[in-house]
């Protein structure tokens, strides 16, 4: 149950975009599309932003987006806005039901 | 609308023993399996415990196998986390999640501290 490996932190201007990676194996974001992201602003609960590596769930504003390449999941956030502003984490469901998180990466919106 | 309520943290010292419970309304409880993931101070979200939905099957992080149980009372709408010998190292805010249709967990609570401190 090894972590998924994100970046601590990134950060952008108003406008502009950002990338987030997620890093997994062979055996977990390399194997299946089940890859999810979620957004946990300061002092609140976590959302879940990204379904199944691509897929936003109603509400979600498209300015949000996932992919995936080999071992490595990603979420672009363009058009940077203040309320961007959180913690980002990503996850995978392993195998026998179980779950692994991102380390997790602070967005700063400078 | 999914509302999902905790409570049941605090300070403990420890060894000691604490049991979480989180209040479940605003959709089928017995239909959905559910999860426990917390946040340590300073650190990022870390899965705890997952239960299907009849509560037959529950899966634990290696990190608290064997000291925490998870169980659910789906005539009471509510989800357990059972949770002995605490360490410090367990302290953190606690959340419930639903586990989603599509590997996710789609419903979160606003979550429970608890505090392992002598």
């Known amino acids: 149950q090894s972590a998924l490996t994100q970046p601590p932190s990134v950060s952008g201007s108003p406008g502009q975009s950002v990338i987030i990676s997620c890093t997994g194996t062979?055996?977990?974001?390399?194997?299946?599309?089940?890859v999810s992201w979620y957004q946990q602003p300061p002092g609140t609960a976590p959302k879940l932003l990204i379904y199944?590596?691509?897929n936003r769930p109603s509400g979600v504003p498209d300015r949000f987006s996932g992919s995936k390449s080999g071992n490595t999941a990603s979420l672009s956030i363009t058009g940077l806005q203040a309320e961007d502003e959180a913690d980002y984490y990503c996850?995978?469901?392993?195998?026998?039901?179980?779950?692994?998180f991102g380390g997790g990466t602070k967005l700063t919106v400078l | 609308q999914v509302q999902l309520v905790e409570s049941g943290g605090g300070v403990v010292q420890p060894g000691r023993s604490l049991r979480l419970s989180c209040a479940a309304s605003g959709f089928t409880f017995s239909r959905y399996g559910m999860h426990w993931v917390r946040r340590a101070p300073g650190k990022g979200l870390e899965w705890v415990s997952f239960i299907r939905n009849g509560g037959t099957n529950q899966n634990y992080a290696d990190s608290v196998k064997g000291r925490f149980t998870i169980s659910r009372d789906n005539s009471r709408n509510t989800l357990y986390l059972q949770m002995d010998s605490l360490r410090a190292e367990d302290t953190a805010v606690y959340y419930c999640?639903?586990?989603?249709?599509?590997?996710?967990?789609?419903?979160w609570g606003q979550g429970t501290l608890v505090t392992v401190s002598s």
């Open positions: 996850s995978s469901k392993l195998s026998s039901d179980t779950w692994v």
């Open positions: 999640a639903r586990d989603g249709p599509h590997f996710d967990m789609d419903s």
């Open positions: 199944e590596v691509t």
């Open positions: 062979s055996s977990d974001i390399g194997s299946y599309d089940r």
